[in-house]
């Protein structure tokens, strides 16, 4: 069995993640955390990734961007492929993690869930199917998320543009004046309570409407995500993998 490594371990995702991993062909041994207030002999709880001695294959990360130099540091040290599943990076981010990936292998999907990636292939040619529609998407999370909009809304945005150049993202409409863009692909975020997750993408054409949903009624689906790309890259070749890969095989 392959050693698994939790970054943020002790958070919402990193409990899921553990609770999934134990059910699979990982052995989660050790997690990393700011966090002590819980550690037993089995899966032991460090402070800082430099204090870890456990050999470990894989890790998968539902931290902070703020952590990803002592990710990689760790990982790139220790010849250990990782499956980053944080949002909120920054361009500077993007490319330490590229930079990275000629050494190591990582999964980097901003979301983990198999129904969120089949929805970004189906947007991607319904885009093109529906040209002249209108494009709107709407992202809901509770409110103790800190990054909006989300990584997943801006995949499925990305998924209209791959087929569609000339679209650009309006961020909500605070203060514009005058008829909508028809280039425009609307994203408009919604905060509250603990709501998981939820994506709408709409596509709004004279006189018909089509909707596509995809909602999260529990975490363990990211969870079971991530603990399937850690296995999916174990042993891989240094690289960049994301869901695409993961779905093809």
Do not use: W
């Not at 997690?31 to 990734?49: E, L, P, R, T």
């Amino acid at each position: 069995m392959a050693n698994l490594l939790i970054s943020g371990a002790l958070g919402k995702m990193g409990k899921k993640v553990y609770e999934a991993a134990i059910n699979s062909s990982l052995s989660p041994i050790a997690g990393v955390d700011i966090k002590q207030d819980f550690s037993n002999d089995n899966f032991k709880i460090y402070d800082s990734f430099n204090n870890v001695s456990e050999k470990i294959d894989v890790v998968i990360d539902f931290s902070s961007p703020k952590n990803l130099d002592n990710l990689l540091n760790f990982c790139l040290e220790n010849n250990v492929n990782a499956v980053l599943c944080t949002t909120g990076y920054t361009e500077s981010d993007l490319e330490k993690i590229e930079k990275a990936s000629s050494k190591i292998a990582i999964f980097r999907s901003f979301n983990m869930s198999l129904g969120v990636n089949v929805l970004i292939s189906a947007v991607k040619h319904v885009a093109k199917s529906l040209y002249g529609f209108d494009i709107e998407i709407i992202e809901k999370h509770h409110n103790k998320k800190v990054d909006s909009p989300s990584g997943t809304a801006l995949m499925l945005a990305d998924a209209v543009k791959s087929e569609l150049p000339e679209k650009y993202y309006v961020y909500g409409r605070e203060g514009i004046v005058g008829a909508r863009d028809k280039n425009e692909v609307g994203i408009h975020a919604i905060r509250g309570g603990n709501i998981v997750g939820e994506h709408q993408v709409v596509f709004a054409g004279e006189n018909e409407t089509l909707t596509f949903t995809h909602q999260a009624t529990d975490r363990g689906v990211f969870a079971i995500g991530a603990v399937n790309a850690a296995i999916y890259i174990c042993g891989k070749n240094a690289g960049i993998y994301n869901m695409d890969n993961l779905i093809k095989g």
